[in-house]
């Protein structure tokens, strides 16, 4: 891990997260590690179209990991998700590796975090 | 279609001039007219010159105001009407109960 | 809180619908899931839910496809479906609500904003489903009310050989009503009405008329009387803006004349067959139901119909179907269907196609109100039979009345429907109610024509001359100021039936009934005296008296045949 240390609020949003936690209470949990779990699936999926190299699988699954992202609050995950999904639109492939690899970096950041606040 | 008054010769008359379709649309914003239309007027117009048709609710339309203007001592003209207007008109015999100029 | 709702979450991602979850059950709604389009269309068909909300991309089928899935199989049923999506492009906005949707939320899912969503189309549903309710109930009683029409107005004699008519099965919400019926004379009465407005204010007035229409004709009143009655009884029971325009056609098949009143619905056209000629006969009264009785002069035209002429009765419909483009049909396009026609036995089939085509195939209105009707010989279409059995054995078997007419009476009264209503009284004279009303008329009308009014029935060999007569018979009716007409019935039971004797006799200086019972014209076609056949097969005794201003007609029953 490249930092060691890092500051949440660069990549969690609190304020979607308190609500969260407010509105599932008990099950907040579940949802953590059910984001969790199923982003490394979703990660996997994004790797695979990036092997492909064929912009619009690229696009659709940035898109969807995107989604899943913002819902609970990883705003700078689903940034660069969607900064994959944009490039991928314009038919630009060449950052594509280079965005995973950040992308995979944040996620580990994510699910330190999680982790360390939740679990 | 829209329906609008006019009234004139010291409120004892009132030219309604009708534009567009005369039909069962019109009925609220015609009855609405004649009846907050002063008891003063004695003659009531009909101006067609901008109806394009009239079926018939426009003439049930028309025999409610001649019942409300008095009935067989009402005093009610129509004019201007264009060749499908007054067929309608001629059809009808409505000529028998209104002046049609 | 409001009804609890059954909401389906469609999210491929478990994360959202626990998110979407909470926040609907929250609300203290049901959820149902699923992860993708497929299982979305599943869900909706096992557990109907109320709302739905949908994620646009997913796995197996995407939100688009399941939405269009869905909104097919609801039919009329109002199934909101709400996108969720983290898609901004517009065009990706418009393919979610082209596909179906009602609305769209994008993602982060913002609580009080999807809540008031879900409260919002609540509100919708409920309105839809009340709506739906409202249509269903009118549907019903529409239903009700066409059923109850239909047992007033059956069919008449709409059916017979020489009458077609075009009319939808719910006709009558349309304001339009065709009716036919046979006179016990033997002519036919046939009306064609157009209310103002839609639906039941259309279909109210429809009753009354029909009623008067079977009830007056069949029991032998004249056109003019029959128009007057209903005229009255609509001007008495609707409201003011309310009324029927329509026509109605006196067919006399013994004469071959036709009587045609016209009042508010575009020209009647009477076509000769052998010469194709069209005849127009312009509306001449205001609709029924508009002016006071004492104020409505039914005022007819008579026309000579030789077998095969035909009229046509329309409403406005045909005249005003319009095509894709907004064009009427008209009267021009009407008119030369008839000028080309080779056969005018075609023309009624020729209308109806040459309408359809016109307005393209799948827009025809339901108002396309047509009815035509053919003059034929009296023995093609033969007498008619009226259903009179009242249910009292026998009736009064032994009675005698008697009934003088003065002037004033003569001029506008028609003692016939009344004479014959007492007659039928008679169960075992019920059969024989057509023949009877035809002496009576015979018999009464030549008192009146020739015995009173001194008419010349030469007159009436052709048709100016008919034409003549009636005029000529208008002027002496309303001139006159002395006369009187009376008749005595007797019946008295003979065996096992009856016997019933007739004497009319009027107060003029007497006639040459043998012209009268005889005549015929030099076509060898019976013109006045078309009783003449029937007198003597009804009539076990018959004649003249006095100066001739009496006759004397016996009548037995059971006939033997």
């Given at each position: 891990?490249?930092?060691?240390?890092?500051?949440?609020?660069?990549h969690?949003?609190?304020?979607?997260?308190n609500?969260?936690e407010?509105?599932?209470?008990?099950?907040?949990?579940?949802?953590?590690?059910?984001?969790?779990?199923?982003a490394?699936?979703?990660?996997?999926?994004?790797?695979?179209?990036?092997?492909s190299?064929?912009?619009?699988?690229?696009?659709?699954?940035?898109?969807?990991?995107k989604?899943?992202s913002?819902?609970?609050?990883a705003?700078?995950?689903?940034?660069?998700?969607?900064?994959?999904?944009?490039?991928?639109?314009?038919g630009?492939?060449?950052?594509?590796?280079?965005?995973?690899?950040?992308?995979?970096?944040?996620?580990?950041?994510?699910?330190?975090?999680?982790?360390?606040?939740?679990? | 279609?829209?329906?609008?008054?006019?009234?004139?010769?010291?409120g004892?008359?009132?030219?309604i001039?009708?534009?567009?379709r005369?039909?069962?649309?019109?009925?609220?914003?015609?009855?609405?007219i004649?009846?907050?239309?002063?008891?003063?007027?004695?003659?009531y117009?009909?101006?067609?010159?901008?109806a394009?048709?009239?079926?018939?609710?426009?003439?049930?339309?028309?025999?409610?105001?001649?019942?409300h203007a008095?009935?067989?001592?009402?005093?009610?003209r129509?004019?201007?009407c264009?060749?499908?207007?007054?067929?309608?008109l001629?059809?009808?015999?409505?000529?028998?109960?209104?002046?049609?100029? | 809180?409001?009804?609890p709702?059954?909401?389906?979450?469609?999210?491929?991602?478990?994360?959202?619908?626990?998110?979407l979850?909470?926040?609907?059950q929250?609300?203290?709604?049901?959820?149902?899931?699923?992860?993708?389009?497929?299982?979305?269309?599943?869900?909706?068909?096992?557990?109907?839910?109320?709302?739905?909300?949908?994620?646009?991309?997913?796995?197996?089928?995407?939100?688009l496809?399941?939405?269009?899935e869905?909104?097919?199989r609801?039919?009329?049923?109002l199934?909101?479906?709400?996108?969720?999506?983290?898609?901004?492009?517009?065009?990706?906005?418009?393919?979610c609500?082209?596909?179906?949707?009602?609305?769209?939320?994008?993602?982060?899912?913002?609580?009080?904003?999807?809540?008031?969503?879900i409260?919002?189309?609540?509100?919708?549903?409920?309105?839809?489903a009340?709506?739906?309710e409202?249509?269903?109930?009118?549907?019903?009683?529409?239903?009700?009310?066409?059923?109850?029409?239909?047992?007033?107005?059956?069919?008449?004699?709409?059916?017979?050989?020489?009458?077609?008519?075009?009319?939808?099965?719910?006709?009558?919400?349309?304001g339009?009503?065709?009716?036919a019926?046979?006179?016990?004379?033997g002519?036919?009465?046939?009306f064609?009405?157009?209310?103002?407005?839609?639906?039941l204010?259309a279909?109210?007035?429809?009753?009354?008329?029909a009623?008067?229409?079977?009830?007056?004709?069949?029991?032998g009143f004249?056109?003019?009387e029959?128009?007057?009655?209903i005229?009255?009884?609509?001007?008495?029971?609707?409201?003011?803006?309310v009324?029927?325009?329509?026509?109605?056609?006196?067919?006399n098949?013994?004469?071959?004349?036709a009587?045609?009143?016209?009042?508010g619905?575009?020209?009647?056209?009477?076509?000769?067959h052998?010469?194709?000629?069209?005849?127009?006969?312009?509306s001449?009264?205001?609709?029924?139901?508009?002016?006071d009785?004492?104020?409505?002069?039914?005022?007819?035209?008579?026309?000579?119909?030789?077998?095969?002429?035909r009229?046509?009765l329309?409403?406005?419909?045909?005249?005003?179907?319009?095509?894709?483009?907004?064009e009427?049909?008209?009267?021009?396009r009407?008119?030369?269907?008839?000028e080309?026609?080779?056969?005018?036995?075609?023309?009624?089939?020729?209308?109806?196609s040459?309408?359809?085509?016109?307005i393209?195939?799948?827009?025809?209105?339901?108002?396309i109100?047509?009815?035509?009707?053919k003059?034929?010989?009296?023995?093609d279409?033969?007498?008619?039979t009226?259903d009179?059995?009242?249910g009292?054995v026998?009736?009064?078997?032994?009675?005698?009345?008697?009934?003088?007419?003065?002037?004033?009476?003569l001029?506008?009264f028609?003692?016939?429907?009344?004479?014959?209503?007492?007659?039928?009284?008679?169960?075992?004279?019920?059969?024989?109610s057509?023949?009877?009303y035809t002496?009576?008329a015979?018999?009464?009308?030549n008192a009146?024509?020739?015995?009173?009014?001194?008419?010349?029935s030469?007159l009436?060999?052709?048709?100016q001359?008919f034409?003549?007569?009636?005029?000529?018979?208008?002027?002496?009716?309303?001139?006159?100021?002395?006369?009187?007409?009376?008749?005595?019935?007797?019946?008295?039971?003979?065996?096992?039936g009856?016997?019933?004797?007739?004497?009319?006799?009027?107060?003029?200086?007497?006639?040459?009934?043998?012209?009268?019972?005889?005549?015929?014209?030099?076509?060898?076609?019976?013109?006045?005296?078309?009783?003449?056949?029937?007198?003597?097969?009804?009539?076990?005794r018959?004649?003249?008296?006095?100066?001739?201003?009496?006759?004397?007609?016996?009548v037995?029953?059971?006939?033997q045949?």
């Open positions: 891990m490249s930092e060691q240390n890092p500051e949440p609020s660069d969690l949003d609190e304020a979607t997260l609500e969260l407010a509105l599932l209470e008990d099950d907040f949990v579940d949802l953590v590690e059910t984001f969790l779990k199923d490394q699936v979703r990660y996997d999926e994004l790797a695979q179209t990036v092997k190299t064929v912009a619009e699988d690229i696009r659709r699954a940035a898109h969807s990991f989604g899943s913002l819902n609970v609050g705003t700078r995950l689903a940034a660069l998700c969607r900064e994959l999904e944009d490039h991928a639109r314009e630009r492939i060449v950052y594509a590796k280079e965005l995973l690899e950040n992308i995979h970096h944040e996620m580990t950041v994510v699910d330190t975090l999680f982790r360390q606040r939740y679990l | 279609m829209t329906v609008s008054a006019i009234p004139s010769d010291n004892t008359a009132m030219t001039k009708i534009t567009g005369f039909d069962f649309s019109s009925h609220q914003e015609f009855r609405q004649y009846e907050n239309a002063s008891p003063d007027i004695k003659v117009t009909i101006d067609m010159a901008e394009t048709y009239l079926d018939s609710s426009a003439l049930g339309m028309l025999l409610l105001l001649r019942d008095g009935g067989d001592n009402s005093d009610i129509i004019k201007n264009n060749e499908d207007v007054r067929k309608i001629t059809i009808s015999n409505f000529g028998q109960l209104f002046r049609i100029e | 809180m409001a009804e709702l059954k909401i389906l979450v469609a999210d491929d991602n478990e994360t959202d619908r626990m998110i979850r909470a926040i609907v929250q609300e203290g709604h049901r959820v149902i899931e699923a992860a993708n389009g497929r299982e979305a269309v599943e869900r909706f068909l096992a557990d109907s839910p109320d709302i739905i909300l949908m994620d646009a991309l997913m796995p197996v089928m995407d939100g496809q399941a939405s269009r869905i909104k097919e609801a039919g009329g049923d199934v909101p479906i709400i996108f969720l999506t983290s898609l901004q492009d517009a065009q990706s906005l418009a393919e609500l082209d596909s179906g949707g009602d609305d769209f939320m994008s993602k982060p899912y913002n609580r009080v904003i999807l809540k008031a969503k409260k919002a189309f609540s509100r919708m549903r409920l309105m839809h009340q709506l739906q409202h249509n269903r109930q009118m549907l019903l009683e529409q239903q009700v009310a066409k059923t109850v029409f239909d047992n007033v107005a059956h069919s008449g004699c709409l059916n017979l050989d020489n009458i077609r008519h075009s009319l939808s099965p719910l006709a009558v919400f349309n339009d009503t065709v009716l019926e046979r006179k016990p004379d002519g036919m009465l046939l064609l009405g157009d209310f103002t407005g839609h639906g204010p279909a109210i007035g429809a009753m009354p008329l009623e008067i229409f079977y009830g007056m004709t069949s029991k004249s056109m003019e029959v128009l007057r009655e005229n009255s009884r609509l001007r008495k029971i609707l409201p003011v803006g009324f029927c325009c329509g026509a109605m056609v006196e067919l098949f013994y004469d071959k004349t009587r045609i009143w016209v009042g619905v575009p020209d009647v056209y009477l076509v000769r052998r010469t194709g000629d069209l005849v127009k006969i312009p001449t009264s205001l609709p029924l139901g508009v002016l009785p004492h104020e409505f002069d039914p005022t007819a035209s008579d026309h000579n119909m030789d077998v095969g002429d009229v046509f329309w409403s406005d419909g045909i005249i005003e179907s319009h095509n894709p483009m907004g009427m049909f008209g009267e021009a009407l008119e030369q269907l008839f080309e026609t080779d056969n005018p036995d075609d023309l009624f089939d020729d209308i109806l040459a309408v359809d085509a016109f393209g195939k799948g827009n025809r209105d339901d108002d109100t047509l009815c035509t009707a003059m034929v010989h009296i023995d279409i033969g007498m008619p009226f009179t059995s009242k009292t026998g009736g009064p078997m032994d009675w005698e009345m008697s009934l003088e007419l003065r002037d004033q009476s001029k506008a028609n003692p016939l429907p009344l004479v014959l209503n007492i007659l039928m009284e008679v169960e075992g004279l019920r059969g024989l057509g023949q009877l002496l009576l015979e018999l009464f009308n009146l024509d020739h015995g009173i009014l001194r008419l010349d030469q009436k060999t052709n048709a001359g034409a003549a007569y009636y005029l000529e018979r208008e002027r002496r009716l309303n001139d006159l100021d002395d006369g009187r007409i009376s008749l005595h019935i007797r019946h008295r039971p003979v065996g096992k009856g016997e019933l004797s007739l004497r009319i006799s009027d107060s003029g200086p007497g006639f040459d009934h043998q012209r009268m019972v005889s005549g015929i014209d030099e076509n060898g076609e019976s013109y006045s005296g078309r009783g003449i056949t029937l007198v003597h097969q009804l009539c076990d018959f004649e003249y008296r006095d100066r001739g201003n009496t006759v004397e007609a016996t037995c029953w059971p006939k045949n």
